[in-house]
Nanobody, 117 residues
Framework: QVQLVESGGGWVQPGGSLRLSCAAS????????MGWYRQAPGKQRELVAT???????NYADAVKGRFTISRDNAKNTVYLQMNSLKPEDTAVYYC???????????WGQGTQVTVSS
């Protein structure tokens, strides 16, 4: 089994910053894509950013230029640096791991991010 544990969520004012972390443990294939998705109340879960073990990144248009995804492959950890946060960024943020060779998909339990005054 693979377990993903998120941390770093919380409340910030508009324009503030947060850094999310997700640590993966278990039988993890080395070739994979880790990333972040979010779900706001009344909306579908949407992609925020992903990063492959090879370093390729993908960002949703809504967060380009504000969010930065990074990862430490040795620690099986992915990060999301969120700057210039907006109220519309408020959501539960979920960590995701997708293996390439094994084609398995795993989700964390989510961490709440609230951006408001």
């Amino acid at each position: 089994q693979v377990q993903l544990v998120e941390s770093g969520g919380g409340w910030v004012q508009p324009g503030g910053s947060l850094r999310l972390s997700c640590a993966a443990s278990g039988n993890i294939f080395s070739i994979n894509v880790m990333g972040w998705y979010r779900q706001a109340p009344g909306k579908q879960r949407e992609l925020v950013a992903t990063m492959s073990s090879g370093g390729s990144t993908n960002y949703a248009d809504a967060v380009k230029g504000r969010f930065t995804i990074s990862r430490d492959n040795a620690k099986n950890t992915v990060y999301l640096q969120m700057n210039s946060l907006k109220p519309e960024d408020t959501a539960v943020y979920y960590c995701n791991l997708l293996t390439i060779l094994g084609n398995f998909n795993y989700w964390g339990q989510g961490t709440q991010v609230t951006v408001s005054s």
